[in-house]
């Protein structure tokens, strides 16, 4: 069979909810580090401790201004929910910093 030239896509690709929320599942228990170079450098937030302070008053006045780093361990993913009209997934996540 000759693929029709003026067809748009050749090619489809068919994702459940099911496979989607195994993949997540099975990132649950994954722990890792986020360190400044890991954020893009016009983001609102940086990992360092004048960026912090907003957050948590007093980080620069006692430590001065450093870098951070933040661990992360992934705890629970749940409520996994897909949207085909605008194509989104979102779900809920507990995460131990």
Do not use: C
């Amino acid at each position: 069979m000759v693929p029709d030239p003026a067809a748009k896509s050749l090619l489809k690709f068919a994702v459940s909810a099911y496979s989607i929320e195994s993949i997540l599942k099975v990132n649950q228990g994954h722990s890792g580090w986020t360190t400044q170079r890991d954020l893009p450098s016009d983001s609102e937030i940086q990992l360092d401790t004048r960026s912090m302070d907003y957050y948590f008053p007093g980080i620069e006045a006692k430590y001065g201004f450093n870098f951070t780093s933040v661990r992360y361990e992934i705890i629970e993913i749940a409520n996994l929910t897909m949207v085909e009209d605008d194509q989104s997934v979102s779900f809920d996540g507990n995460v131990r910093l």
